[in-house]
């Protein structure tokens, strides 16, 4: 590609996607989108919640020879696990209570196009294997139906997990893994790419000034550097939000440090007193002590120091409800023995399991709840273990 054509690509990246960047990281992963756009190759994106995989994979699928076909996403974690399948590859009528009539499944509907499954990590193995057969042969058959369907569409796959770590724990087949894995596209989180901030702030900033009919003033230098400092732990999602959220109110007018402190979680930012003296070391300008500020910050650390001495009693309280499971479980079956094999993970996690569920007495949902995790995932847990006989 000449450089007038790859220029002209990424400013189409920009305008109609809203791929905005000029970091090494994400420049990098714009020019592999580029290369794998006009292939047919499946795509596995990787990243944190809100990098903006989605964005990548509507992009991959506008800038392809597929572009005027369907382009279908799928939330595989927003589905629940009975009906991902029927979703996925349709029905016959009759297939499963409540299938009143024959159903197409995405895979039909985008024939011809791209599916995307964001949050691969969470399909169950069975239908791992089913989408295993898709992507060899572009073949499936519909829940209740022996007639063997053929279509013709690109798959890209997304996931914030380690689907490796996934392959070795069990959760995740193998040969999946690397058929999905033909091209790897991991986006950066926006921390690790902190020079891409002004062009991301100016460009939500004028979007949503646009959307609401005003006109935007702008942004001081302070605010960009406590917007450099944050976590970002929502990643692009997190700062669209919160530009958005000072473009409406202030109703375009510049946006000040103020109100990025204002706005933005006060946990995650700087300091106010070491953000100023970041900033005057920065500029090479000696500022004067503002006591007011410091006084501020005392309040707020005294504030945040009660909060955690809460924080601490809730988690005394938390460890004080478990006591009762723990001590239940070493007495029937020593967790802590001199079997090496009872240290391993997967093994405490099963002793865990079967502890809470014996705890209340064989609730699933209470036995979730108590784990922190979601009953789908439990369920996943007890045929693992092969515990789903004994609960």
Known sequence: MSQQAKTAALRLLQLRYGIIGESPAIVEAIEQLLQVAPTDLTVLITGETGTGKDVFA?????????????????????IPETLLESELFGHEKGAFTGAVEQRKGFFEVADGGTIFLDEIGEMPLGTQ??????LES??????????????????????????????????????????????????????????????????????????????????????????????????????????????????????????????????????????????SAAHAQAQPIDL????????????????LRGALGALAERIAQWQPMISAQRSEDDVFSRDPDDFRLDEMERRLIVAALKRFNGSRRSAARALGISERTLYRKLHEYNLTEMF
């Open 58 to 78: 509507r992009a991959i699928h506008g800038l392809s020879p597929r572009r005027k076909a369907p382009f279908i996403s799928v939330n595989c974690g927003a």
């Open 292 to 307: 007011a500020l410091v006084y501020h910050t005392l309040l707020q650390i005294q504030a945040e120091m009660s909060a």
């Open 138 to 279: 572009g073949e499936f058959t519909r829940l209740g139906s022996t007639k063997v369907i053929t279509v013709n569409v690109r798959v890209i796959a997304a996931t914030n997990r380690d689907l490796a770590y996934e392959v070795r724990q069990g959760m995740f087949r193998e040969d999946l893994y690397y058929r999905l894995n033909a091209v790897h596209l991991h986006l950066p989180p926006l921390r690790k790419r902190p020079e891409d901030i002004p062009l991301l702030v100016e460009y939500f900033a004028a979007k949503v000034a646009e959307r609401i009919g005003t006109t935007y003033e702008g942004i001081d230098d302070d605010a960009i550097f406590l917007l450099q400092q944050h976590n970002w732990r929502g990643n692009i999602r997190e700062l669209r939000n919160l530009v958005e959220t000072l473009v409406t109110i202030g109703h375009g007018r510049r946006i000040t440090a103020e109100d990025v402190r204002r706005y933005l979680k006060r946990e995650e930012i700087p300091e106010p007193s070491r953000a100023l003296v970041l900033h």
């Open 129 to 134: 294997v089913k989408l295993l057969r898709v």
